[in-house]
């Protein structure tokens, strides 16, 4: 056997107290697929004194994390500092310069400063991986990198913010509203007291722009991902959209389309038949559509210490076992540099929901107007009559143009009789 | 760039075919992704002369596939010439020997012989991937062996032939018999005219086997899968699944248990919520559950010329980038050497169904029966009266031991009132 793989790991919170116990307890199993026993040898931290029901006796220990890149003892950096500035960069940047190789969880990191990374990792031939980064355990990186890569993707589609889909499901099944979840959710730890990294969809949105760079061979690119959380979702369009044979997820969607390539972040409406729309709770899943192989779903566990650090350990066996893949799947000058498509040409179908006063004349004057700028009407539902007051009308419409909807949502927002400003869900057939 | 990886393959029927066309239409992505092009230079199949839809011009033509592993200007084999012996076997041995690698779809040439064929490569040092021998473009094997090999696996559960479930789905949907699903099945192509090594569980046993090994990092043993196919499946048990709220799928497990490894393929009773109950028609599903990552699933089509060439084409990516995994996902000498428990040690819970005389005292023997032999109720349901003729009694139990089981259903099959070979299926609670 050859030597043990010396690993310095930055940041011993959840995620890197977990993967010490998972190295410690699943010692001898992953010696025999490394090849090689893989130990860690030195850490860095705030605290020292911490007690994190893992023994830290023996290891080289740093206060300053930037520090291991310059540890001659260590072979690999494993990054969990986390933030897309300050030391993890800083660290990540550095021991790519030296030629070591870097594991990070650090999908903030990836999305806004991958491409430069990669061109660091390219020019020293060190490794960057990033498995833990994109839907924890699942090793959906590893799929769409090596598994599916005889494949032309045509999309991929995620459910990549635990969070998010644990406010949605309870939502949905205790038919609450987002607030009351999401402050339960807070009280539980499934969601951070400043939930809006997650809720506003900002980390789904790292997460596919990541996805996206993968599947579709080209530099990752965070700033073309349209992005829309969930604060907006009421627990009425839940049970709206339940009737209509819909489920609400926040998906995330990168799209090969005619003249580029689409990814956004948003609430979507989804067949209630769609292995997607029954990944519940903190669950998340990855689909990648491919030429070849067709639909391949994959789900599992997108968050937590167990997950998370079993994603890292993946990353580090490979690098004991020498197993090489270019960071975003291909050379840098592989890469492919198809255009990034702006939202307003997004064409789909819609879910609006309007209150309305119940009175003669409105319908006509919201029909009239989606008319005017080329939208045809799907369905209509107005539920109860209660005249002279607020009732929901909702409407689904054929495909359109994001433009032309946005257009005449302003308009219809503006009629007098419209009381609330309308709720918008776009419909993905998948 | 680096020189192609010239490819020889041999056996051009669906797969084959399937495979060219791959390696044609997605040349310039997977020469990004392999680092250099992939480029197939020799073939073997029977007949020169069929028109496969793909272009043979220019490649060297054999007429013994053995022949393949002499030719001097192939750097790797692809063997889709099928068969657990014969001129598949004879291939991968004489291309191992000489240090060559090869790619395999053959389930079972690996399980059959994967022991050997796994000290063969390790002789020489040559790759043997078969990322196409299960769950056909779902990457299972990818995922068990390298992105989930930080874990220890406490149980693989899998939906492993596309045949089986087709047929299990449409007796579902369109309430009908096995027969008269499979004469259907036959014609549309989806089940072979001889439909025994899909429908009696041979194949799935195949795949088990080699995922149990990876799993468990132990050397294969089809010997040791105990094995049952769907033939005894009635439409009337599917019905009587689903109003005790299962559906019955044909289930690959492998399972580590005290004292050993179990596993086995039979029909089962899965809870109707389950991921895998949702699988249908005919897809494939591979669950893993690991110590740290939890549960994983990975859901995709199991078969068929397109997702087959997709998982070719994933090995052949690896080893043009040169991306080595010991076959068994550990070097023979590291792998374990837990026994294997036979199915007589089996414990679980179980669905019985009898066909009775509808006359008294008959229950009361049954019951009596099942508690002589340790094995306690938890529901029975007695559908119609019809005194004097025969009526379903169905009884689902709590844990018991498989040879109690057995031992009691000798006696209760033996009772003159019990008009048919009671059907058993087995409850999973997964």
Redesign the interface.
């Known amino acids: 056997m050859t030597r043990p793989l010396s690993v310095a790991v930055a940041g011993l919170g959840t995620v890197g107290a977990?993967l010490l116990t998972?190295?410690r307890?699943?010692a001898e199993?992953?010696?025999?697929?490394?090849?090689r026993p893989i130990v860690v040898t030195a850490v860095s931290a705030r605290d020292r004194s911490r007690d994190r029901g893992v023994s830290l006796d023996g290891l080289r220990w740093y206060e300053d994390p930037v520090a291991l890149a310059a540890d001659g003892q260590a072979d690999v950096v494993v990054e969990l500092v986390g933030g897309s500035d300050g030391p993890a960069r800083a660290l990540v940047e550095a021991a790519l310069a030296a030629g070591k190789p870097v594991v990070t969880a650090n999908k903030a990191l990836l999305a806004l400063h991958g491409a430069e990374l990669a061109r660091a990792a390219e020019a020293t031939g060190a490794t960057l991986a990033y498995?833990a980064a994109v839907a924890g355990?699942?090793?959906a990186i590893?799929?769409l990198?090596?598994?599916?890569?005889?494949?032309?993707i045509r999309r991929v589609t995620g459910i990549l913010n635990g969070t998010c889909n644990y406010i949605l499901t309870n939502m949905r099944e205790q038919k609450r509203e987002f607030a009351d979840v999401l402050a339960e959710a807070q009280k539980l730890g499934y969601a951070e007291a400043d939930p809006s990294f997650d809720i506003d969809g900002v980390d789904a949105a790292h997460k596919l722009a990541i996805l996206a760079a993968l599947a579709f061979?080209r530099p990752v690119a965070f700033g073309d991902v349209h992005v829309e959380g969930i604060r907006a979702v009421s627990a009425l369009d839940i049970r709206l959209a339940d009737e209509l044979g819909y489920r609400i997820k926040l998906l995330g969607i990168a799209q090969r389309e005619e003249g580029g390539i689409a990814t956004r972040v948003h609430p979507c409406m989804v067949p209630a038949s769609h292995?997607i729309a029954?990944v519940d709770g903190v669950f998340n899943a990855v689909v990648a559509e491919?030429?070849?192989?067709?639909?391949?779903?994959?789900?599992?566990?997108g968050a937590g210490a167990?997950?998370t650090?079993?994603?890292?350990?993946?990353d580090?066996?490979?690098i004991a076992?020498?197993?090489?893949?270019?960071v975003w799947?291909?050379?840098a000058a592989?890469?492919?540099g198809e255009p990034a498509l702006p939202m307003a040409q997004h064409h789909g179908a819609y879910y609006l929901r309007l209150m309305v006063l119940d009175r003669p004349g409105v319908i006509a004057d919201v029909t009239a107007t989606l008319r005017d700028h080329g939208i045809s009407l799907e369905s209509m539902i107005q539920r109860g009559r209660a005249p002279g007051e607020a009732v929901p009308v909702v409407l689904t419409t054929h495909d359109c143009h994001e433009s032309a909807m946005r257009a005449a949502l302003a308009r219809i927002g503006a009629l007098e009789a419209v009381l609330e400003p309308p709720a918008l869900i776009r419909i993905e057939s998948l």
Chains 1, 2 share one sequence.
């Open positions: 977990g998972l190295l307890d699943n199993i992953i010696a025999a697929r490394a090849g498995e355990g699942i090793p590893k799929a990198r090596e598994g599916l890569a005889g494949n032309r061979g292995p029954r491919g030429d070849f192989v067709g639909r391949v779903v994959l789900e599992g566990r167990g997950p650090a079993s994603a890292v350990a993946a580090l066996i490979d076992r020498n197993r090489q893949t270019p799947g291909a050379a592989a890469l492919d």
